[in-house]
Every structure is written in structure tokens, then in C-alpha cells.
């Protein structure tokens, strides 16, 4: 295994500090850093969020509990900010990881709701996030409004995170994740807190996704794929892979680093490579869920299934990642680490690759992403066609009204282009237009 792959999968096993809490600064005699004001959230009433340090003043303010090394962490947040409501006094007793907040709720005089039967939020409650061998995180909700599915986007607001302010979609009963690999353990609501109720949180489950063949950038190119494997974009090759040969459907395409090839993935694991694409390896036995998405990486390719496991050339297939919702479907390589997106708009980063936000207000399920040229940015499709941007991503535009399903979304050197089912390519920037495709079997 090449030592670029080889960090790439160490990354995503360990999850390489990607999303975990930020490391303790160094102190400073002005005290803590302040990343935002408490003027700034909770419509005014907030309380100072800081950044890691052993300070024991931020903002003018002293620190409500912590430790010595950083006593700015994610627990102290909500116990000051509590504190300063008149909702529970003090350190939260028995607390010394913000899992605990969860388990102790009643101890506290606190209520909760397991995650998956979430009736209802306050602003201002708790969200209790755990991740396994970990400490978990919490954070403050912020408000809470109403997507135009009827689903709720609840903002939050944390401390001793690389992002201060995270979205979290909430549907039938369940919050889903901000954070790689944490899952939600479920919301504890302070009896004296008597804020706007928010009930409900909308329809239930996202629906499954049936997804074709896929398109990938190329150079000045633009490869596009059926679910019969028939190919559009001019790369050399062996002729389309006869639809006899496939079993199940083809599910997505890459282009291989030189654009002088690609590979074909079926939703049963098959592997077709054209042109200087290199032999693919078998499916692993322990492969859980269909094959969704496959991507060019240093040493040959990276394929995920639809229940988030990865593998590739040398590669031992990773675990899926914990506290996802919906189903997998992207992977997105980059450099030094790759992303996973699911269609509940979480990205799971791996390696160097950064989370930089999950979508939260679509209409319908998230379909595919792509990442920029730099590295720090992407943007999602969901499957009305709407597009959401990241970093230093753009948004340029979604597909208009009455056009078909979005299929896919591929960043190219001046916007993007989406292409829906139909395989209409609909291109956004400086050279934006339409295309049609020629006759076709299957679906994009």
C-alpha cells in the first residue's frame, strides 16, 4: 500500500482528530480567546464561547468547572451559560464527561429524550453527543426552525470544537449527527427553562435511493455513466460494458488520474476498468449493503458501500462510521484523506480531509457531493436538484423548476455541472448551459 493510502486509511479508522475536540492552548494574560460573544447567539443572551486555554477568565467572565489543562471545554459551556439562566447552579455534579449529562439527567433534576423518540426541543436545551472509547461532546440548542419538508433544523451552539455553531436535522424523532462517528444520544431539557416549544420534528425517514451510473470531471472533460453502463464523455477505452455482464446496475464511475481511463462499479461490487484503469480487486466477503460510489485515489481507487464501509486496491475494508443517518452515498477523495456523504446531508471526513458542515434544509434526500480543486471546500446535490456550498465551494445556482431528479454534481475548473437522471447536464458559471444527451438505456 502506497504511505499516501496508507495515512489515508489510518485517518479514517481513527478518524484522525478530523472532528474531535480542539487541543488546549497556551494561556494568555488577557485570558481565553473568545470566539463569540455572548451578545452574539441565544437572541442576545448568551454567555461567552471560548476557545481552549488554562486562562480562568474569558470575556471578563471566570470559568463554571473544566480542568486544569483546558477549563474551557465543551461541559463548562453549558454549566455558565446555565448558570447565568437561573436553570441549575454551579458545576453539574457527578458530571466529569459530557456523556454523563445524558446519564445523569434525572440526578440533575433535569428531563430527557433518548434520540429516535425526541417529542420535543426548547431552545436552550442539551444535545448529548457520545462516540465510542470517547467522552463525547454537548452542546446549547440556539433555535429551532422548519425546513420546507416539514423536517427541523435545530442550530447549536458549542464550546471546545473547531466550529462553534453546528445545524442538526430532525425528523421523526431523531437528531441526526453533526460530527463524524459521534452519534446522538438524545436532548435533556431544564425544567426552569420555559422557552418557545418546538414539537414534532416532521416525517420520518429518508427514502431510499436508487442511484445510476454517475459523472465525473475529467481535464476540459465530462464523463457520464448509465445504470446499463452505457458511457457519454469521449475517454479512450474499451467499448461500454455490455449490460449482460452487469449484475444489478451500474452505480457510479472515476477517471483515472492521467484521464486516460476509468473504472465502472456495479451495485453488486463488480469492477469494469477501461483505458490505463488497473485491474480492481474482488469484493470483500464482509462487504455490508450495495456498492454506491467509487473515486480515484493514489493508488488506484477507493469504492464505498451504501452502509458507509470503504476499501480499494490494498486496502482492508474500514467499519462504517457511527451515528449516520439515511444511507451512504458518495465517497470524494482528496488530497491526503477522502469524504463520505450520506443522504441526510452528513459528511464523514477521513484523513486530512476537513468537515466543513453538513447540509440540513433540503427538501429531499442529499444524492452526491463533489469537492473543490483546494481541498477545503464542497458542494452537495440534493435529489430536487437543490445545491448546497461549503468552504471555499461556491453556490452558482440549482436546477430550475419542472427539471428531473439531480444525479449527480461534479466541481469542475469554472462552477459545476449537475446531471439528472434523465442525463440532462445542467452546467453553472461562467459557461453555463444545458445539454441533452443522445439516446440512452437505464438512467444516470
Known amino acids: 500500500m502506497s504511505t499516501p493510502l496508507k495515512q489515508i486509511i489510518a485517518g479514517g479508522m481513527a478518524a484522525a482528530g478530523v472532528l474531535a475536540p480542539i487541543a488546549p492552548a497556551e494561556a494568555s494574560a488577557a485570558g481565553a480567546p ?79 429524550q433518548a434520540n429516535g423518540s425526541i417529542k420535543s426541543i426548547v431552545p436552550g436545551d442539551m444535545i448529548v453527543m457520545n462516540r465510542s472509547g470517547a467522552a463525547g461532546h454537548v452542546v446549547v440548542v440556539e433555535r429551532v426552525t422548519v425546513n420546507k419538508d416539514g423536517t427541523r433544523n435545530v442550530v447549536t451552539v458549542g464550546q471546545n470544537s473547531q466550529v462553534v455553531r453546528n445545524p442538526m436535522r430532525w425528523h421523526g424523532g431523531r437528531l441526526d449527527s453533526f460530527w463524524a462517528s459521534y452519534s446522538v444520544a438524545g436532548v435533556v431539557h431544564a425544567k426552569k427553562n420555559m422557552g418557545i416549544l418546538s414539537t414534532d420534528g416532521g416525517p420520518a425517514d429518508y427514502p431510499a435511493l436508487v442511484n445510476g451510473g454517475g459523472a465525473r470531471p475529467f481535464g476540459a472533460g465530462y464523463l457520464s455513466v448509465t445504470s446499463t453502463g452505457q458511457v457519454f464523455g469521449g475517454l479512450p477505452g474499451a467499448a461500454p460494458t455490455p449490460a449482460s455482464t452487469v449484475t444489478g446496475r451500474i452505480t457510479d464511475a472515476a ?44 493508488n488506484g481507487y477507493l469504492v464505498t458501500t451504501s452502509t458507509g464501509q470503504v476499501y480499494g486496491p490494498g486496502v482492508w475494508i474500514t467499519a462504517s462510521p457511527e451515528g449516520y443517518s439515511g444511507q451512504f452515498v458518495d465517497i470524494e477523495v482528496t488530497t491526503g484523506g477522502y469524504w463520505l456523504l450520506t443522504s441526510a446531508g ?86 453555463a448551459g444545458v445539454t441533452k444527451p443522445g439516446a440512452f438505456n437505464g438512467m444516470f
Open 346 to 431: 452528513q459528511v464523514h471526513p477521513f484523513g486530512a480531509a476537513k468537515w466543513l458542515g453538513n447540509a440540513t434544509t433540503f427538501e429531499r434526500a442529499i444524492v452526491a457531493m463533489s469537492g473543490t480543486a483546494t481541498g477545503r471546500g464542497y458542494v452537495m446535490v440534493d435529489v430536487a436538484g437543490n445545491v448546497f456550498a461549503f468552504g471555499d465551494a461556491e453556490h452558482l445556482g440549482d436546477l430550475p423548476e419542472g427539471s428531473a431528479e439531480a444525479a449527480d454534481i461534479a466541481v469542475t475548473a469554472t462552477g459545476y455541472v449537475i446531471t439528472t437522471k434523465t442525463g440532462v447536464r445542467h452546467t453553472f458559471g461562467p459557461d
Open 34 to 112: 473568545l470566539r463569540l460573544a455572548g451578545t452574539s447567539w441565544f437572541a442576545g443572551g448568551g454567555v461567552p464561547v471560548c476557545g481552549a486555554s488554562t486562562a480562568t477568565s474569558c470575556a471578563g467572565q471566570r470559568h463554571v468547572g473544566g480542568v486544569s489543562y483546558n477549563w474551557w471545554q465543551c461541559v463548562e459551556l453549558p454549566q455558565r451559560f446555565y448558570l447565568k439562566r437561573g436553570w441549575h447552579s454551579g458545576v453539574f455534579s457527578g458530571v466529569g464527561i459530557a456523556s454523563q449529562i445524558f446519564t445523569r439527567a434525572a440526578a440533575l433534576g433535569m428531563e430527557r
Open 255 to 298: 477517471v483515472t488520474p492521467s484521464g486516460a481511463g476509468y473504472w465502472l462499479l456495479s451495485s453488486s461490487g463488480q469492477i469494469f476498468p477501461y483505458g490505463d484503469a488497473a485491474l480492481p480487486v474482488a469484493r470483500p466477503a464482509t462487504a455490508q449493503g450495495e456498492l454506491v460510489a467509487i473515486d480515484a485515489a493514489p
